[in-house]
């Protein structure tokens, strides 16, 4: 062999050397597999680089495993059990965030406008959600909620509250005078109170977990540590691009609570509104001062604003929580006050309703941001409706952040918000009673997907 010919020789192992290389790199990192595509002479599109034609296919793919998409994945396979159905959730669990991070209240739909999805499907949701814990031997507790006003004002709203309970026919709601108001919870001093003895406790992480049990046991599958990351829409089925690889999908049903915005906007969708972060911040009461609460003391609520104010609730973990406040979240999985991500909070930022809606409810919030840093104020709130409280009663704290949806106009969406596109369902805005009503929401969504996507539904529910 001539030296000319070592060139060659060693010239061709070092291209192979190369070529070995981008291979094996191209392996561990699929954004590379172009580069060697091109090098090896296939002609490859931008659009097909991101995405592999997945080995697995579904008819239909549910974002997220909160309470909503468990939910509703449970309610369409009990009514199209031949449905090749998967469930994507980006953590290792199902319910671990708004789904298991809340009041774990069963509300009973006082507080609602009549005629809306969330007094409809509250006062519905109630009754069903105890009646499926009871068939599933899930802890639940009807222990009844006192809502007090501790001044003239408070009395107003108590009434108009007492109102539109009624026509909402919450089932055995009425003012109570101060003899059984006492009777029902003897350390709370008000002014004047009103009673709903359905309402109920459980603790909704229980709950979530049955809703799971029940998807796989009809043949759906949950693949957790799997975000989604992108989609596309190739010959009629979505690829969704996720951190475990790409799945083919023939429907979508978004249903990822704090990141709805942003996986509708991944898929497509521009729905002019934003999901804006409040974190709820709880504090939990001594054991020995336990004995101050027996179900649930809420204040009357100011219908201004979308939240119930801070209460006092027996929770079904043991222990009984005061709380939550509303405190605008730095990052959408924020639970401490801490957390924080530079990405999501110019999200919120930049979008114009979040700069309305500060500009209208500034007050609100730096006294919530002051109640958040000031233990005193926090119990000063409690103290309206339990006055023997003290700053000791108080202590060790918990958190959950609320996904509440904001228009361009900066109003913060009252109602359930549900919207679809082709091929696509989207749940834009679900706070509470999101858990109560989970099971009727369910029902709601199969009931879209029967239009939607062209199932056929064997069974009649209430909302068809
Ligand atoms: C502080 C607080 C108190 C509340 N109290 C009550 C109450 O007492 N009673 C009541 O009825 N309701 C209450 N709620 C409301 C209730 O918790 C919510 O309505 C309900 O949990 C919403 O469920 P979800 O499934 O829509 O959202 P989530 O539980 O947040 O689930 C969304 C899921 O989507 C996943 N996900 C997000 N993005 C992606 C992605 N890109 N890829 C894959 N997965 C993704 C998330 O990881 C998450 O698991 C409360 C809420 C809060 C925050």
């Known amino acids: 062999m001539t030296l000319d010919g070592f060139d060659v020789l060693a010239g061709l192992s070092d291209m192979a050397l190369i070529i070995s290389f981008i291979r094996r790199l191209s392996e561990h990192k699929k954004l590379l597999t172009p580069i060697c595509c091109d090098i090896f002479g296939r002609s490859i599109s931008e659009s097909e680089r991101k995405y592999e034609v997945p080995s697995i296919k579904y008819d239909l793919i549910v974002i997220g495993a909160g309470i909503i998409g468990l939910s509703t994945a449970m309610k369409l396979l009990e009514r199209f059990p031949n449905t090749k159905l998967a469930i994507i959730e980006k953590n290792e669990k199902e319910g671990t965030q708004q789904s298991g991070h809340n009041s774990g209240v069963i509300h009973s739909g006082i507080y609602y406008r009549p005629g809306s999805f969330k007094a409809d ?159 709820g911040e709880y504090y939990k009461l001594r054991k020995e001062s336990e004995y101050l609460v027996k179900g649930l003391i809420y204040p009357v609520p100011d219908p201004a604003f979308p939240f119930l104010g801070v209460h006092l609730t027996q929770t079904m973990k043991g222990w009984v929580e005061a709380g939550p406040n509303a405190v605008l979240a730095t990052k959408r999985e924020g639970y401490r006050k801490r957390d924080f991500s530079m990405s999501e909070f110019l999200r919120t930022i930049t979008f114009p309703g979040f700069w309305k809606m500060s500009l209208r409810e500034w007050k609100m919030g730096v006294w919530e941001i002051n109640r958040s840093l000031r233990k005193g104020i926090f119990l000063d709130s409690l103290q309206k409706l339990v006055p023997e409280l003290t700053a000791n009663d108080l202590h060790g704290t918990g958190s959950g952040v609320r996904a509440q949806a904001v228009d361009r106009d900066g109003n913060l969406l009252d109602d359930f918000r549900i919207e679809e596109s082709r091929g696509a369902i989207h749940v834009l805005n679900a706070p509470s009673p999101g858990a109560t009503s989970s099971l009727v929401i369910g029902d709601y969504i199969a009931n879209m997907a029967v239009k939607n996507f062209g199932l056929q539904s064997s069974k009649k529910t209430p909302f068809s």
């Open 121 to 279: 499907f509250c006062v519905a949701g109630r009754s069903s959600m105890t009646q499926f814990c009871l068939e599933n031997e899930i802890p639940v507790w009807t222990c009844g909620k006192l809502i007090v006003a501790s001044d003239d004002a408070g009395v107003d709203r108590l009434n108009t509250l007492e109102k539109r309970g009624t026509a909402n026919k919450v089932e055995g709601l009425r003012m109570v005078d101060q003899d059984e108001m006492k009777e029902i919870e003897p350390h709370v001093v008000a002014k004047k109170a009103l009673y709903a003895p359905g309402t109920g406790i459980v603790d909704y992480r229980n709950v979530t977990a049955v809703y799971a049990d029940k998807v796989r046991e009809a043949g759906g599958d949950i693949h957790f540590n799997t975000a989604l990351k992108g989609s596309k829409t190739l010959k009629g089925a979505t690829i969704l691009n996720t951190t475990s690889g790409d799945f083919e999908t023939t429907n979508t049903i978004n249903c990822a609570g704090l990141h709805s915005d942003v996986v509708a906007e991944t898929m497509g969708v521009h729905t002019g509104l934003r999901i804006i972060p409040f974190r």
